[in-house]
């Protein structure tokens, strides 16, 4: 498991992370979503001992990075694919990796094969693909066998296979007891692959939970198709309902319930084919919870 307690880095005027306090379990796939410069890579980077925190603490199974008797055995992770001596081959580069943690050599075959770059292993790392390091450094993550797993924007550069191969790989792992941590800016990835979503902004905690209940617990917005649909717009609008789109195929209405859009129809005289409620994607729930603390952003379209 993996601990965040009252968690809080500044670089000089920079306010990076600002009191995190948050758990990631063991036996789930956790995601860790943000805005650029919300203080993601640098939790990732405090956990690991890579940074030191001005306040709080980031513990692995009770204990700082630091204390870890041997840290590969006990947390993989994958932050920067291409921070690899590019002169290297990936087979050498886990061999040193392997030497200083007292794993065996055998142990680097198996790592280089799962993660399917078996066949180039003996080639320089320097003219790898982003995908290929990618795996690389899945495998590098992997080879002490550890409990506790870290990943930052792990998909990255993946062809579709190999996006489905990674997900199926969280998945594996978590179903083992491990605990998985995943950082990654890709909503559509994350709403299939994790169970549970940390959100963060700006370095403070937004909200955590499962898929389901944050989007659950978003408004959403209900589809409707009928026989008339501007005289059903109309309708709608002297409801305080929000239409925020209009075609021939149909209205998407917000702020009105089913069961309301349907009763003002009936008192309309407008008959309807079609009345489905439409749940919150997880991006439209990100980018609500996000709103207030995206760094840079745009203000709406440039007049041509």
Known sequence: MIKIEHLTKRYDDTLAVDDLDFEVRPGVVTGFLGPNGSGKSTTMRIIL????????????????????????????????AKAIHPGRSARNHLRALAASNRIPFSRVDEVLEFSGIGSVADKKVGDYSLGMSQRLGIA???LGDPGVLLFDEPVNGLDPEGIRWIREFFRSLANEGR???????LMSEMAVSADQIIVIGRGKFITQGSVDAL????KGSVFVRGANHQQLLAALKAHQGVVSELNDDGLSVSDLSS??????????GVALYELTPQRA?????????????VEYGSTGARNE
């Open 140 to 142: 590098g993550a992997l």
């Open 179 to 185: 605990t998985v941590f995943v950082s990654s800016h």
């Open 281 to 293: 994607s997880l991006e439209e729930v990100y980018m609500d919870l996000t709103a207030d603390a």
């Open 259 to 268: 069961d309301q859009i349907g009763q003002i129809a009936f008192d309309a």
């Open 215 to 218: 989007t659950a617990s978003a």
């Open 49 to 80: 001992g890579l940074d030191h925190p001005t306040k709080g603490r980031a513990t692995i199974e009770g204990k700082r990075y630091a204390e870890l008797r041997d840290p590969l055995h006990e947390v993989g992770a994958l932050l920067d």
